[in-house]
């Protein structure tokens, strides 16, 4: 199961940001937005036993009214998926393409 969310997760990356590569790092993958520039890395997944994490580099400055990001770090901020169904339920797609921005302007 975790890996079909891991698989489902990787898609909706490349649907959001096509030229996007994979890079694996810290134990799970990275996403960047632009191949070979560490800098344009705005999310990672990262699968576990239980659950897998989706996780926003600067996640810390995404709207999130409906409280769905979990962490208290000084910039990321991540989802905990335990299922197939919490991609729509939580959102992840408009997470995604929020983080997408947030990297392409980093004020």
């Known amino acids: ?32 937005s632009i191949p070979g520039e560490p800098r344009s890395q705005f999310c990672g997944v990262f699968a576990h036993k239980d659950h897998v994490s989706l996780e926003f580099t600067n996640g810390a400055r995404l709207d999130d009214p409906g409280e769905i990001l979990e ?6 901020r991540h989802i905990k998926l335990a299922s197939l169904f919490d991609i729509e339920d939580k ?15 980093p004020r």
């Open 1 to 32: 199961m975790m890996d079909e969310i891991v698989a489902r997760l990787k898609a909706l990356a490349l649907s959001v940001a096509p030229e996007a590569v994979f890079v694996g790092k810290y134990g799970g993958t990275m996403v960047e």
């Open 91 to 105: 959102r992840c797609e408009d997470f995604l393409r929020r983080a997408l921005r947030l990297q392409a302007d």
């Open 71 to 76: 962490g208290r770090g000084k910039h990321r």
